[in-house]
């Protein structure tokens, strides 16, 4: 598995059908880009310039939501992750 460094996450976003009412299913290449999805690793926290470290704020397996335009998707053993910065997360869903 990725490990990643810094402050960074990564996600795997959550990839979903979407159908309309009359049953047409929206292609991929036509729908916004998700911003939600799951935590599968974190770092061990962050140093900062004082030397204190501060412990991620996410954990694994956390389902979060995240800025429109964040991170940079990486494919890894044929799976689609996205790395982005612990601040990129907006939220952490219930």
Known sequence: MLKP?????ILQQQEEEEQTIGGIVIA???K???????????NDGRVLDN???????VKVGDQVLFDKY??????????????L??????????
């Open 51 to 57: 030397g204190t470290k501060v412990d991620p704020s």
């Open 85 to 94: 910065h612990e601040k990129d997360i907006v939220a952490i869903e219930d």
């Open 70 to 83: 964040a991170g940079t998707e990486v494919k890894y053993q044929g799976a689609k992750y996205l790395v």
């Open 32 to 42: 916004e880009k998700p911003q939600s999805g799951k935590v599968v690793a974190v």
């Open 5 to 9: 460094l810094g402050d960074r996450v």
């Open 28 to 30: 991929n290449n036509a």
